[in-house]
């Protein structure tokens, strides 16, 4: 295991409805280390919230877990197989305390019908099996409210009553209360403004320069938000990692055709940013309504070549420790 904290192989996970099974996520093999900002980055549709909830092991209807392992290594050195594990011990061993999640919507992770401290006693008698009144909740949170930059009459107020980034902050200080050791943040920046967005970011990147949270999981649309953060950055693209490096590699030196699409399309942050000409990636991503058994982005790709349309490309690695699923990059199938 080494320096990783998070392992997951092969992991599949679907969408089952009336109109048929989306593949949403199809075979992910991926190693968090200890300590990093992981960033996810892909067009929506492929897969990002999908894989970021089938971490956390608590998958509902219509999503529903096909197949592979997620594994957590505890602050202790213990690992757990979260798909092994029954409910209950889930709920009672690593929700909340070895990982969390923060959903894109805040209107998902909050009780409308409860004030914060409610829906926080509620959460804390989970986990503890004890009751705590308003005044513990009070004492309890007041020292983590202030270091988020947050008053303590929030836990007074219910979900509709705070803004859009103040809700977003809230739910982020519930989710580190008990430290976990992995923190995932499903798109934390979309729904909010410019200097919202700016105050969310410095508060995760403050989070994590005072360890309160070591690790964390941050998908994303937009990579310049990414590059902001992130120590390495994974690229998604119809359910698959397609590559996988440092953060400047990925911006600098991207591998995949996918990536430098994705890489072209987004303005950059130099001075120079008007002389950048924008590019858009012609086509659309595939249905996911079957098994693709091939390269999934040679309909789009530049570099298509005959073998894209009959296989498709394993994780390639190489000696930069960068990872691409492209047989551009595979000698014998030139």
Known sequence: MGNDVLITKDLRGQYRASFGTIYAVDGISLKVRKGEILGLVG?????????????????DPP??????????????????????????????????????????STFDALNPCQRIRDFIAD????????????????????DHL????LNENVLDKYPHELSGGMKQRTVVAISTYLKPAILLLDE????????????????????????????????????TVLRQMCDRIAVMYAGKLV???????????????????????????????RYKKLTGIPGRPPELTSRITH????????????????????????????????????????
């Open 243 to 273: 590559e996988l490096g440092d953060t400047e590699n990925i911006i600098y030196e991207p591998l995949h055709p996918y990536t430098k699409g994705l890489i072209n399309s987004f303005l950059p942050l130099e001075a120079d940013i």
């Open 188 to 223: 934390p920046t979309s729904a909010l403004d410019v200097s919202s967005q700016r105050r969310l970011i410095e508060l995760l990147i403050n989070l994590h320069r005072k360890k309160t949270i070591e690790t964390m999981i941050i998908s994303s649309h937009d990579i």
């Open 123 to 142: 959460m804390l008698r989970e986990h503890t099996g004890k009751k705590y009144s308003s005044d513990d909740i009070h004492k309890m949170l007041r």
């Open 43 to 59: 067009e929506s549709g492929c897969g990002k919230s999908t894989f970021l909830r089938l971490l956390t092991g608590v998958v």
């Open 63 to 104: 999503l529903y877990y096909e197949s592979g392992e997620v594994i957590i290594v505890g602050k202790n050195g213990k690992q757990y197989s979260i798909y092994r594990m029954q409910s209950e011990e889930l709920r009672r061993e690593v929700a909340g305390k070895l990982i969390s999640y923060v959903p894109q």
């Open 295 to 334: 390269c999934r982005f040679y309909p789009r790709c530049p570099y298509a070549m005959e073998v894209c349309k009959l296989k498709e490309p394993p994780i390639l690695e190489n000696e930069s420790n960068r990872f691409v699923a492209c047989w551009l990059y595979e000698e014998g199938e030139r």
């Open 146 to 149: 202030s270091m988020l930059g």
